[in-house]
């Protein structure tokens, strides 16, 4: 392993505190230190099992370059963001665009002075709501289901790619990462700062926070656990609205090859997501949850859809899989049993994180 000292930004967060640890675990003679100013609901309950793993924890906001200044470090991971693509909805746009774009050009700043490599964590949601919403779709049982009968460029049986539009609205969370990415981009090419973009699908499994707005996997888990209510929202309030997904140790599976070959890139972005073979729908989701929990729970219909909803997201990866020798090990059945496990043995410590 080239780097030797690693700043990892949000790193108490779900991904960050995840990959800090699956490192450390790889590498123990390697120097971890996160950053996180603990807004998120339940950071701070991963400060101790970081610590205890021999991870450094400084209390630090992205917004401020001050904060980043004094830390010393040869690779930056910037896991740190508002990650809610309802984020701004409520009129608070201002810590969002502070956070996911300052706070990007912040963690820039900080890898030009300190010479160092940067992992930047993007999202899905980069691409045109307008033009997703545009493909035709079937309404099966459990789940809609993209048409595959003018399959393009942008467009496989798996789920879009890269060429697929990133034109015209596609949220503020997503104008922020896309600004970000570019930045990403012109700093790597112009500074000679190895960087990769990952766009990730959504990403779940043991650790994640789950709540109403981003988490959804975790969440849908724990209140079938906690027994506690759930909403369907939008597209009729039938709960056939898909997503692909990832488990947290194929994504950390696939950070650790990308470091280990980080220096050979200059801001190449790369679409990470579990495509149409690991998709679920909220209902398909339920079900699962419910075999697993042996509990069924109530569902309310919120029949209105929101702006910036879409019906099925699912990304093709195969460009990714190949330039990094990287396999998808995981499925709907391991996360799924994998948070419930999590959520069983630390009943009384995330209870108020999904319940309160
Ligand atoms: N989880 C997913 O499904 C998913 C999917 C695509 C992309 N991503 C991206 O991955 C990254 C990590 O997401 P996550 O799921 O771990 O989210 P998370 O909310 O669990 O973690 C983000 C962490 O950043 C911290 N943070 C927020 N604002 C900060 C600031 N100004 N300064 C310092 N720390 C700050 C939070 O306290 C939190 O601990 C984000 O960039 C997100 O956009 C996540």
Not at 16 to 39: H, M, R, V
């Amino acid at each position: 392993m080239k780097y030797q000292r690693i700043l990892i930004t949000g790193g108490c967060g779900f991904v960050g505190s995840s990959i800090a640890l699956y490192i450390k675990k790889s590498y123990p003679n390697i120097k971890i230190i996160c950053l996180d100013n603990f807004i998120r609901k339940g950071s701070k309950l991963q400060v101790q099992r970081l610590k205890n793993a021999d991870i450094e924890v400084i209390e630090g906001d992205v917004r401020f370059y001050d904060h980043l200044k004094k830390i010393t470090a040869d690779l930056l991971i910037d896991c740190s963001a508002e990650p809610s693509v309802s984020a701004g909805l409520d009129g608070s746009s201002k810590y969002l665009v502070e956070t996911n774009l300052v706070g990007s050009f912040n963690c820039l700043e900080w890898a030009k002075e300190n010479k160092a490599a940067l992992l930047f964590l993007s999202t899905s949601r980069v691409y045109s709501i307008e033009q997703l919403e545009k493909i035709p779709f079937t309404e099966g049982e459990t789940r809609f289901e993209w048409m595959n009968n003018n399959l393009a460029k942008d467009r496989t049986q798996q789920g879009i790619t890269k060429n697929f539009s990133t034109q015209g609205p596609i949220s503020l969370y997503g104008a922020t990462k896309l600004s970000s990415e570019h930045l990403v981009l012109e700093y790597s090419r112009m500074y000679d700062i190895p960087a990769i973009i990952n766009r990730f699908g959504v990403i779940a499994g043991p650790w994640q926070m789950g709540k109403v707005d981003q988490g959804f996997i975790a969440l849908w888990v724990a209140r079938h656990y906690f027994n506690r209510s759930l909403s369907y929202n939008g597209y009729g309030g039938l709960g056939k609205q898909v997503r692909d997904f990832l488990h947290i140790d194929d994504i950390c599976s696939l950070i650790l090859k990308q470091v280990n070959q980080l220096e050979n890139y200059r801001g190449e972005t790369f679409q990470v997501g579990g495509g149409r073979n690991n998709s679920t729908s909220l209902l398909e989701l339920t079900k699962l949850c419910e075999e697993i929990s042996q509990n069924k729970i109530e569902f309310q219909k919120v029949e209105n859809t929101h702006s910036n909803d879409i019906r099925i997201l699912l990304l093709d990866s195969e460009i990714v899989k190949k330039e990094f020798h990287w396999k998808v090990e995981k499925n709907i059945y391991h996360l799924v049993k994998d948070v419930y496990q999590w959520i069983l043995t630390n009943e009384d410590m995330v209870r108020e994180i999904f319940c309160g």
